[in-house]
């Protein structure tokens, strides 16, 4: 089984796709994307919830007038204004939800809502925000099955739930973006879910590489190794399906060498679980008919450098899994956390990167993820401990120089 085609017309290298994408605007001045944390409540009991949700919403939440200022600060980026995603906990406990999605629409925002797999999530509520102006929503899907989902979120009747209201969602005509959390239940399901994804329907699949935060400090931790070949795994479905990641920025240094393994007509030397699930693949039928005309190139963002987090209460964060704060949106504009707070300014130079991440050769357009540098060491420039590239060890280093410098510079 390969992974298919890395580019449109003239191969891998073809003019069509650059292999790894760089944001439009220089990442100093506008993040790509902001993430706000709408509230904490939410039903479910999720086993690796970053949020640590409760059932009751928190009163020091941000109202509604200050949810509008923090969309005015938003919009102060300048356009075209960076994605705005609603997120909680579950945001439909939120009774003004759909009103903040018109007020986000009538700035210029591209407003999407990531809403929890529970009984809020009926047409009523998609066709409301849908009217509202939202252009996407985003679904978590854990599992392949009922019985494999709805563990891992804690209540029985998740999965269905989120079927249902994913169907209903492309009905409405909202984009919709599936993610699925890399942890030691779900990495043997990978090809079974790929599957599902392709069979529903999907704008993007996400695979989310676990962070040690909230929760999720008390789930096993993967292997270097079974992360790898998890997104290496990904990297195939990107054949016929539309992958990214979350928190795993090695994905966009695996496209990179892929890229130049497949120019070279090479395969890359994986591991027993990428087997495993590759002969699971070839038994659903999973890279079948059809194939993607081009591939997606992953995004060059990550914390603080693209990515800016805005927390239920106002704490500004380079990202939801990197309990670090930069300051308050109450008392500080977002503008002037983004730009210039040490702590965003630090993370957007990779010179300062430590340990492996420091010495490797990809850090430019990779730089690990810089939450689980902090979540297991408690140091923001620390090495990714989930990546396992060894810096220097990759056999084309001429070809991939060139290829990165083709890339474009990531703007600082």
């Known amino acids: 089984m390969t992974g298919g085609a890395t580019g449109g017309p003239g191969g891998p290298y073809g003019n069509a796709r650059r292999i790894v994408r760089q944001p ?92 929890s797999g529970t009984p809020t999530l009926t047409r009523e509520n998609l066709v409301a925000v849908r009217d509202a102006g939202a252009v996407a929503l985003s679904l978590s899907l854990d599992g392949s099955t009922a019985g494999r989902h709805d563990a891992f979120r804690g209540v029985p009747g998740v999965y269905d739930w989120t079927l249902d209201g994913w169907r209903t969602a492309r009905e ?26 392709r069979r529903e329907g999907a704008m993007l699949w996400s695979g989310f590489v676990l962070v040690p935060t909230g929760r999720g400090e008390q789930l096993s931790a993967l292997s270097a190794e079974e992360v790898e070949d998890a997104l290496h795994f990904l990297y195939d479905c990107g054949s016929v399906l539309a992958t990214k990641t979350t928190e795993g920025h090695h994905f966009r240094r695996i496209a990179l060498q892929r890229a130049l393994l497949d120019r070279h007509g090479e395969r890359p030397a ?54 670090v704060s ?47 540098a902090y979540g297991s060491t408690r140091d923001v420039l620390a090495e990714d401990p989930y ?12 070809e991939l120089a060139e290829s990165m410098s083709n890339q474009g510079t990531p703007r600082p």
């Open 172 to 197: 409405l005509g909202l984009k919709v973006q599936v993610n699925t959390t890399l942890t030691r239940r779900s990495l043997p399901d990978l090809a079974d879910i790929a599957a599902l994804v």
């Open 387 to 398: 990546c396992a590239y060894r810096p220097g060890s990759f056999p084309y280093q001429e």
């Open 270 to 323: 994986l591991g027993p679980l990428y087997g495993r699930l590759s002969a699971r693949a070839a038994e659903l039928g999973l890279f079948e008919g059809g194939r993607r005309a081009v591939r997606r190139p992953p995004m060059d963002v990550s914390s603080g450098r693209g990515f800016v987090f805005v927390s239920h209460t106002g704490e500004v964060h380079p990202s939801g899994f990197l309990p």
């Open 24 to 115: 439009r605007h220089a990442v100093a001045e506008r993040p790509f994307i902001v993430i706000w944390e709408a509230t904490r409540a939410c039903p479910l009991a999720c086993l690796h919830c970053r949020a640590e949700a409760q059932t009751r919403r928190d009163p020091r939440e941000l109202d509604g007038t200050d949810a509008r200022r923090v969309m005015d600060q938003v919009a102060a980026f300048g356009r075209p204004a960076p994605l705005f995603v609603i997120t909680g906990g579950d945001p439909f406990q939120r009774a003004d939800l759909a009103e903040l999605v018109a007020y986000g629409t009538s700035l210029g925002l591209r407003v999407a809502v990531s809403p």
């Open 326 to 372: 930069a300051g308050n949106v109450k008392n500080r504009p977002l503008t002037e956390v983004y730009r210039g707070s040490a702590l965003f300014t630090k993370l957007r130079d990779p010179a300062l990167l430590g340990g492996r991440c420091g010495a490797c050769e990809f850090r430019s357009v990779c730089g690990g993820s810089r939450s689980r």
